[in-house]
C-alpha cells in the first residue's frame, strides 16, 4: 500500500482560495481511487471527494459542489484538491487515502471513511474552510 502525504494547508481568508496536494511514497496513485476527507475539531471524518482509479471521473460532496475541484495529474502522480470560495466554517484537518476496492475503482458516491486506506498525516487548514 501506499504511504501518502498531504501538504498545502494553511490560513486563509473567507473567500479565499488552498490547493492540497497528495502524494505517494513507495507504491504510487495511478492505480488507485483517491478520496479527500475532512475532520473539524470533535467531528466525525466526512467524505468530501473522490477521483476513480481509471477514468478519473468525480464524485463531490454536496457542500462543496462547484466550489472544490479534485484532479489527478498522472505525471506527477499526485491528486490535487483545489478549493475555492472557502466559507468561515472553522478549522479541520484534510486528509487524502486510498480505496480499498479493486481498480478499476469508480467514485459513485460521496466517499466513505471506512471504504479508504492508507491514510496521510493530514493537513491542517486552520482558518476558513
Known amino acids: 500500500q501506499p504511504r501518502l502525504v498531504e501538504s498545502g494547508g494553511g490560513l486563509v481568508q473567507p473567500g479565499g482560495s488552498l490547493r492540497l496536494s497528495c502524494k505517494a511514497s513507495?507504491?504510487?496513485?495511478?492505480?488507485?481511487?483517491i478520496g479527500w476527507f475532512r475532520q473539524a475539531p470533535g467531528k466525525e471524518r466526512e467524505g468530501v471527494s473522490c477521483i476513480s482509479s481509471d477514468d478519473d471521473t468525480t464524485f463531490y460532496e454536496d457542500s462543496v459542489k462547484g466550489r472544490f475541484t479534485i484532479s489527478r495529474d498522472r505525471a506527477s502522480d499526485t491528486v490535487y484538491l483545489q478549493m475555492n470560495a472557502l466559507e468561515p466554517e472553522g478549522s479541520a484537518i484534510f486528509y487524502c487515502a486510498v480505496g480499498r476496492g479493486l481498480h478499476p475503482y469508480h467514485c459513485l458516491a460521496s466517499p466513505s471513511p471506512g471504504d479508504f486506506q492508507s491514510w496521510g498525516q493530514g493537513a491542517q487548514v486552520p482558518g476558513s474552510f
Open positions: 513507495g507504491v504510487g496513485l495511478r492505480s488507485y481511487a
